[in-house]
């Protein structure tokens, strides 16, 4: 191509062709003459197609020396003409020298070549005289083999006679000694009787007209029936393992015993056999006890994995066997096996329940799980035969699993009191003095971080039921009830709504009647704890559970944490109002026991404040230490900075003169009465025994309330002389100075004392109150 | 119930002590005993005329001192017992004596044309009941449906059962009991049971509530605890046997079989404070008034341990309706 290049573009200068030639083929100088050579020998058609005849082109196939020639002259000016030729001249020079070379270097094999030729001439015409001696022989060969045949073909056809007849003997041989076979294996090797009568059976039959025949088929079948007969009492009376049984009623099948009676004692002997399994088990189980457990049974011998492998292997894997065999045998008309297994299955899972019922204690709950997981897979493959027996194996699981729950509940439930008897010894104990007992808060902390950790723990192993890798888990049950009806309802929401009735059962219950009240410190740690149930416990444990067991959407109906927090939160309200009454009621029965008990007419001019009014300010105090370590302060409402001086001056000075005044006239004591009882109508209404708040403040509240109300009953029951009235005045004020600083609202305090004061008035002969300043004097005092 | 307005009346002074004229059968009337240091005490007797809706009353003075218990003869209109403080300088004692009120006043409804204060009339005394062995008295008892010849009265920690005689004029101690105990035990109320031929009484002492039979003078029960702070009154059911209403300090009513008595048959807990009171509806034995020093008055329907638990009553509707009265005591 490089060649057409420097053809056409002849102009550009001839000097170049060569060079560009050489340039585009690139390789060693010797080669270059190469390129030109092939291309005259053999162009590519491709390059011909497309380059169109060009007579000019000196390398081209259709060089026209005259056109070129032609062309040259007309075109070319001298030099350039002069320049052309030397140059041709040196390229033809250059192609001479290539083609001798070429030359030389194939002379050689040129030569070979012909020599080989040469001889493979003479090879072959030596070659073509042997073949035909070859096929001479061939020809003399098969006519002499042809012959042979020929001559043995008679022999061969009687000898092949000989061997049917000889086959035939042998058969009839074998027929003759069938019955003398069958004697001697029928005692030891049935089996192998069989297989012979059954080979020799059909044909016998067949030739059964001929009288030696027919002697030797009655022969055998008399061995047979003998046979059959010896089978059957085998059957009927040895004990078989499963497989000889099986072997045995297909030796009998074999023998064409009736089917349907062989089902039946191959049913009744199988049934014998797993009856004996079963009572192996039903042996470990304590008897029956109709009488009632009156005595606790001994611990089962074998823990409930060992009980359950032992069943599923031998109980379970037997009738598997069994129920196959039976189908093989006796084809897929299960209508007799299937009650024949369930009965059977129904007794096994009955004595399952028993055993299970034998495990009282909470023992190890992964143990009972992979007992009862073993139990569930052996079942499987028995269920494929006895689908009845799914639902009653689930249910059994089912029971199992609820029964274990159930004594989580009781186990938790058991727990907390021992934690509630563990607290209350605390609370009880004798402390040395000087040194303080574990404090309210702690033992708090105490008894619900152990009530929580145990309901975690429990929780916990309860999950075995459901982990993944136990095969029931994956029932409907497990997955859905279970885990709402059982763990949810059954044992979280249970034990929550027990604890919150137990609790509430201190407050409701034998405080009157029987049994020992519990104590007070105890009421209000109950109190505390039910709040914080309802704070945050509650929620905390439902959300747990509901990770650890995901109830389904569809699944039925649970109750709700906000339920839940209101019955804790109810109990512990009744708990706190409990607390305040019964610490209202004993501060209450002190005063009323001091006023019923001191004679108020004859007492003479007070110089102290009764003891049992300091008793009283000293016995509050604690209760409001003890609440304080509980409960949140609470609020109260503003006070004046010189509150109890400010309230008690009112009722002394300015209120008191109006109604001690000796200005008592006969129309007067309605006066005075209305006053006061209007002036109650507009003061705000005081419920005494009305629940409280779960703050300090208001529990304090209530136990003054309760006191001083009794107070104030107790004063109007009595008849005082002047200086009972100053006496109650002097204690009244005492009072007032102490107690108003625990009380939510210190008018409530005021009201009740001013109530005392009146009623103290009303109720005495003659009524002269003291000198504010001295009863001042006399409080300071103490 | 109608919507009549409500009749309202007014005490001078303030008075504990209240009953029904137990012998009258068709007038509806009650007596009160006031209390007061100072002044003369008063017996009202009050008749309600539920037809036209108002109130008669007319006055007895009571000279001798408050009244902390009245109770009326079962079979003679005239006659009442009280029980009343002597107060001296340096000591009060409660006495009981019997009484005969005016012949006038016995079957009531003559309203003295004049002003009260002006023509009040005293009370003729028939007999004191001598107690100056046995203590102050709690209450007076007569016995139900007798011919109000026998009374027990209950003083310190003694029963006492009397005989009048001579026409009430003399009261003749037959018998007597005494709650022995530690402590200082005190009665603070009994009922003379209507059953078993009034052979028994109940009583109350702090937290206890006793029975008595008072042919031999011997406890036939007791209910220990029957309350969990004092017990404040009792009554029996008039129409069905054994059965006991108690209440008390913890602001609780009780209802009792005396048969077995280690709980009660039926707890309220209506009152926010201590009842003072309670009383059986003499014919409907389902109604329970009791009062409160939560000022309350409670009218409670307890049909379920009434004598007709399933309910011949016509009015069938919840018959418990709060009365916020005011009782100044």
Redesign the interface.
């Known amino acids: 191509m490089a060649a057409v290049t420097a053809g056409s573009g002849a102009g550009s200068g001839p000097a170049g062709s060569p060079e560009a030639t050489g340039g585009s083929t690139g390789s060693g100088g010797w080669r270059r003459p190469h390129g030109p050579l092939q291309r005259y020998y053999g162009p590519s058609t491709a390059e011909a197609a497309e380059a169109a005849p060009d007579p000019t082109d000196i390398n081209g196939p259709h060089f026209d020396p005259e056109v070129f020639m032609t062309k040259v002259r007309n075109e070319c000016p001298l030099g350039q003409l002069l320049a052309r030729e030397a140059a041709l001249g040196r390229e033809i020079r250059a192609l001479d020298s290539d083609m001798q070379t070429l030359l030389y270097e194939n002379y050689n094999k040129f030569i070979s070549a012909t020599d080989t030729i040469r001889k493979m001439k003479v090879d072959f015409r030596h070659m073509e005289a042997e073949m035909d001696d070859l096929a001479a022989n061939m020809a003399a060969i098969s006519a002499s083999s042809a012959r042979v045949s020929a001559a043995l073909q008679d022999r061969h056809r009687r000898g092949a006679q000989l061997a049917g007849v000889q086959a035939l003997l042998r058969k009839l041989q074998a027929l003759v000694e069938v019955p003398g076979r069958l004697r001697c294996w029928a005692g030891t090797e049935p089996a192998r009787a069989l297989r012979c009568h059954a080979r020799a059976r059909a044909v016998l039959r067949h030739y059964r007209h001929l009288p030696s025949f027919r002697a030797i088929e009655d022969e055998s079948h008399a061995i047979m029936a003998d046979l059959a007969r010896r089978l059957r009492t085998r059957l009927r009376e040895e004990k078989l393992d499963p497989k000889e049984l099986t072997e045995c009623v297909e030796m009998l099948l074999q023998l064409e015993e009736p089917a349907e009676e062989l089902s039946e004692e191959f049913l009744s002997q199988a049934g014998a056999r797993l009856e004996a399994e079963l009572a192996a088990l039903e042996a470990e189980l304590p008897a029956a006890d109709p009488s009632g457990a009156a005595t606790t049974p001994p611990p089962p011998a074998s823990d409930i994995l060992d009980f359950v492998d032992r069943g599923s292997s031998a109980f379970v894997g037997t009738l598997c066997q069994l129920a196959g065999s039976y189908r093989a045998l006796f084809g897929e008309d299960t209508g007799r096996l299937e009650p024949f297994a369930a009965a059977l299955a129904t007794r096994y899972f009955e004595l399952l329940e028993r055993r299970l019922a034998l495990e009282r204690g909470l023992g190890d709950t992964s143990l009972l799980v992979r007992a009862l997981d073993r139990f569930h897979r052996r079942l499987r493959t028995l269920l494929e035969l006895l689908p009845a027996g799914a639902n009653a194996a689930a249910a059994l699981v089912a029971r199992a699993a609820r029964e274990r729950v159930d004594r989580y509940l009781r186990a938790l439930q058991t727990f907390f009191l021992g934690c509630l008897g563990d607290v209350r010894q605390a609370l009880a104990a004798p402390r040395p003095p000087g040194k303080e007992g574990p404090g309210l808060p702690d033992l708090l902390a105490t008894l619900a971080a152990s009530v929580l950790g145990q309901l975690k723990a429990v929780l916990a192993y309860v999950q075995l039921f459901t982990a993944r890798d136990v095969a029931f888990a994956s029932l409907p049950y497990f997955k859905g009830e279970f885990c709402v009806t059982a763990v949810r309802e059954g044992l979280v929401v249970a034990f929550v709504r027990w604890l919150c009735r137990t609790a509430r059962g201190f407050a409701d219950g034998p405080a009157e009647r029987g049994a020992p009240a519990a104590p007070p410190a105890l009421l209000l740690l109950l109190a505390r704890l039910c709040l914080d149930y309802e704070n945050s416990t509650i929620s905390y444990i439902l959300t747990l559970t509901d990770e650890q067991f995901p109830p389904l959407d569809s699944g039925p109906a649970v109750t709700p944490g906000p339920a839940l927090c209101a019955e804790a939160r109810a109990a512990a309200q009744r708990l706190l109002d409990h607390y305040v009454q019964v610490q209202g009621a004993a501060v209450a029965q002190m005063l009323r026991k001091s006023v019923e008990t001191r004679d108020w007419l004859g007492t003479v001019e007070p110089r102290n404040v009764r003891a049992v009014m300091k008793r009283v300010v000293e016995d509050i105090t604690a209760i409001d230490v003890q609440v304080g370590q509980l409960f949140e302060e609470g609020v109260r409402r503003a006070q004046s900075s010189d509150s109890s001086r400010r309230a008690f001056s009112v009722y002394s000075s300015s209120r008191a003169p109006g109604r001690y005044a000796p200005s008592y006239t006969p129309s007067a004591p309605m006066d005075t009465h209305l006053l006061s009882n209007i002036q109650k109508l507009f003061s705000e209404r005081i419920d005494i025994f009305s629940p409280v708040e779960f703050n300090k403040v208001s529990v304090l509240t209530g136990i003054i309330k309760i006191s001083l109300k009794t107070l104030l009953e107790c004063v109007r029951l009595r008849t005082l002389g002047r200086f009972g009235l100053q006496q109650v005045q002097v204690d009244g004020h005492y009072l007032q100075l102490y107690l108003w600083r625990f009380a939510s609202d210190e008018r409530v305090v005021q009201g009740l004392l001013d109530e005392v004061a009146a009623s103290a008035a009303h109720r005495c002969l003659d009524p002269v109150p003291m000198e504010h300043s001295v009863v001042e004097l006399i409080c300071e005092r103490g | 119930m109608e919507d009549d307005a409500p009749v309202i009346y007014?005490l001078?002074?303030?008075a504990r002590a209240l009953t029904p004229q137990t012998a009258e059968t068709d007038a509806i009337r009650f007596l009160v005993g006031t209390q007061?240091?100072?002044?003369d005490n008063q017996i009202h007797i009050i008749d309600f005329d539920d037809e036209n809706n108002i109130i008669n009353k007319n006055v007895l003075l009571h000279q001798v001192g408050e009244i902390w218990h009245i109770s009326t003869s079962p079979a003679d209109k005239g006659v009442l017992a009280t029980c009343y403080?002597k107060?001296s300088?340096?000591?009060?004692m409660t006495c009981a004596a019997v009484w005969r009120m005016p012949k006038e006043l016995e079957s009531g409804s003559h309203e003295s044309p004049d002003d009260s204060s002006s023509n009040t009339q005293t009370l003729e005394l028939l007999c004191h009941l001598d107690n100056t062995a046995h203590g102050n008295m709690a209450c007076v008892m007569w016995e139900p449906m007798g011919d109000g010849k026998k009374i027990i009265s209950l003083a310190d920690n003694n029963i006492l059962l009397w005989d009048l005689e001579e026409s009430s004029a003399k009261a003749v101690l037959s018998s007597s009991a005494a709650l022995e105990g530690k402590g200082?035990l005190k009665f603070t109320s009994g009922r003379w049971s209507p059953h078993h031929n009034c052979t028994q009484i109940a009583t109350a002492n702090d937290t206890t509530v006793r029975g008595w039979d008072i042919r031999s003078m011997r406890q036939i029960y007791c209910i220990?605890?029957a309350?969990?702070?004092?017990v404040r009154d009792l009554d029996f059911n008039p129409n069905k046997q054994y059965y006991l209403a108690s209440c008390g300090d913890?602001?609780k009513v009780k209802f009792w079989d005396t048969r077995n008595v280690?709980?009660p048959v039926k707890t309220l807990e209506e009152h926010?404070?201590?009842v003072w009171n309670v009383r059986y509806n003499h014919s409907h034995d389902q109604l329970i008034l009791t009062g409160s020093?939560?000022s309350r008055v409670i009218l409670s329907n307890m049909v379920s341990i009434s004598s007709e638990p399933f309910g011949h009553m016509v009015d069938d509707d919840e018959l418990s309706d709060q009365e916020d009265q005011?009782q100044?005591?």
Do not use: A, I
């Not at chain 2, 007061?36 to 002044?39: A, D, G, Q």
């Not at chain 2, 300088?89 to 009060?92: E, I, M, S």
């Not at chain 2, 309350?227 to 004092?230: E, S």
């Open positions: 007014g001078e002074f303030q007061s240091l100072r002044y403080n107060t300088d340096t000591k009060v200082q220990e605890n309350h969990g702070q004092l913890d602001c280690t709980e926010s404070h201590w020093s939560d005011h100044e005591e």
